[in-house]
């Protein structure tokens, strides 16, 4: 009576998500701290290039801090020893005056 048969409804496996953004960052500090999490291979990746991909370009060593205020210091000195030879000297003056044609 194969006629007559009827299939069971198919299941509905339905599982709901909560996502819960305190979970997911320890979650990813733990992947970040290389720690056992319960992040998946693809989910850790995605956390290591948002680490580097956002990190701030701008952190620097002390050594390339020191390195940066020295330049800056001799090219300040730079400059303010080209203004006073320009408005300051005599010589300069001259040099002006002779080609003014004076």
């Not at 720690?35 to 620097?60: F, I, N």
């Not at 330049?71 to 003056?93: A, E, N, S, W």
Request: charged residues 30%.
């Amino acid at each position: 009576m194969a006629f007559f048969y009827r299939h069971n409804p198919k299941k509905f496996n339905y599982q709901p998500r909560y996502y819960d953004p305190e979970q997911q960052a320890w979650e990813e500090k733990k992947a970040a701290a290389g720690l056992d999490s319960k992040l998946t291979h693809e989910e850790q990746l995605r956390v290591k290039m948002r680490r580097s991909w956002g990190a701030p370009k701008d952190e620097e060593s002390k050594e390339q801090q020191r390195a940066k205020l020295i330049r800056r210091i001799v090219l300040g000195v730079f400059v303010l020893f080209i203004f006073y030879f320009i408005f300051c000297t005599p010589l300069m003056q001259n040099i002006v005056s002779g080609l003014m044609g004076k």
